[in-house]
């Protein structure tokens, strides 16, 4: 039970906030670097005279695909 307390402790929110915007500030620096991110069989991309619409829809699939994943591996581990 002690744990439990422990892990409810506001400190383990700021630590766990600051994990994940340190691992979105090292995503955005590394995504650009990935060529074929964005430009996969799929995502949606319309040019026009004076309008450009681009949605990455493959795109945003393979990445929740793969953040399901860790999530769910994160969970299946920490049992």
């Known amino acids: 039970m002690a744990v439990v307390s422990q892990m409810l402790h506001p400190g383990w929110t700021l630590v766990i906030i600051g994990a994940l915007i340190t691992t979105i500030g090292l995503l955005w620096l ?3 670097s990935i060529p074929w991110l964005g430009k ?3 995502d949606l991309r319309i040019e026009g005279d004076h309008v450009r619409l681009f949605f990455p829809l493959t795109s945003c699939v393979l990445l929740s695909v793969v953040a399901t994943g860790l999530v769910w591996l ?3 581990l920490s049992r």
């Open 30 to 32: 590394w995504v650009p």
């Open 40 to 42: 996969l069989p799929g």
């Open 74 to 76: 994160v969970r299946y």
